[in-house]
């Protein structure tokens, strides 16, 4: 077996994994047993949001190390459910290096929820808090608008723009004018209950989960890079439905 392609194939695995919105703990914990499986000996994974290093030794005594750069973040636990399940089968039945690649495509290609289904979802989110935090019904109609635009909005801006701080500050900026623009035409009456409810489609609470878990668990370094950059995206999104209150006055909430 080419080593060189199956530790390639296991970082394919951990990359989405991360990606996904795993924890460190657990990719790092799934790479060692899937380099085990395969008879690979003093297997060393360390990861922390946006990269991966693993080294081990295989049974023919070489030392092979591959480095993986991690740039993307696209939180998905249906793809990380089938991901998990096949590092399992990996480890239990040791596949050969196809069949391990041709399951890997097969989990990555599988059919997604369709896209009306992810703008139901947002509307469903984005009224329901707007009414938890004290909207009325108009309000809740205005924000479940707000969601179906701030998803739409999302889903342009990751076709475009890599930087997810950017992304987040142009969506909230055009949900707050928006927002605003809905009670001034008389759709809501509670321009902060409307911008809460879009708020919410916005905020990284998993990344916060996680970057709290990890740092519970010692994975220190990783922990606080995840909840520094949660803070980080939290500003974002907060200066960007700030700005449209500061330019129009704040006269409407």
Known sequence: MDYHKLLQAILDIAEEMLVCGAEVERVEDSIERMCYAYGCDRVNAFIITSNIQVTFEDPRGNIITQIRRLKRNDTNFDRLDYLNDLSRYICANKPDLETLVQKYEAVMNRKQLPIWLQYFGAVLVASGFAVFFGGNFADAIASGVLGIVITLITRILAKIEENQMAKLFISSVIAGFLA?????????????????????LLIPGIAM??????????DVVTGMIRFVNSLLMAAAIACGFALPLILTGGAML
């Open 180 to 200: 605003i623009v809905l009670v001034a035409v008389g759709i809501g009456s509670n321009v902060d209950k409307i911008m809460i409810g879009g708020i919410m």
């Open 209 to 218: 989960t996680n970057s709290v878990r990890d740092l519970l668990i010692g």
